[in-house]
């Protein structure tokens, strides 16, 4: 069982960045890919960033790559989300998920209760 709290959520201006966190329970953290979804009002979540156990690689959905940047500490038990040059569209409800990598996204086996984004124009 791994439990995940996220992090560094608020309120932003446009261009403006934000880093979010999400600290993990257990000893197992890095046998799981961990990865960012986010969920706007009305709209499916989507994946948004992943990252493997070991770090070596990482997988961006197109709308964010170039501006976010996912990264962990396994020592810490942590992963990390620095999202750059924020957008509008950027706005949602943000999670932390941990599972396994499959087709360049992240198959979610155990989710964060998320953390509101919310970029002002």
């Known amino acids: 069982q791994v439990q995940l709290v996220e992090s560094g959520g608020g309120l932003v201006q446009a261009g403006g960045s934000l880093r979010l966190s999400c600290a993990a329970s257990?000893?197992?953290?890095?046998?799981?890919?961990m990865g960012w979804f986010r969920q706007a009002p009305g709209m499916e979540r989507e994946f948004v960033a992943g990252?493997?156990?070991?770090?070596?690689?990482?997988y961006y959905a197109d709308s964010v790559k170039g501006r976010f940047t996912i990264s962990r500490d396994n020592a810490k038990n942590t992963v990390y989300l620095q999202m750059n040059s924020l957008k509008p569209e950027d706005t949602a409800v943000y999670y932390c998920?941990?599972?396994?990598?499959?087709?360049?996204?992240?198959?979610?086996?155990?989710w964060g209760q998320g953390t509101q984004v919310t970029v002002s124009s």
């Open positions: 998920a941990a599972g396994v990598l499959v087709s360049s996204s992240l198959l979610g086996q155990y």
């Open positions: 990252i493997s156990g070991s770090g070596g690689s990482t």
């Open positions: 257990g000893r197992t953290f890095s046998r799981y890919a």
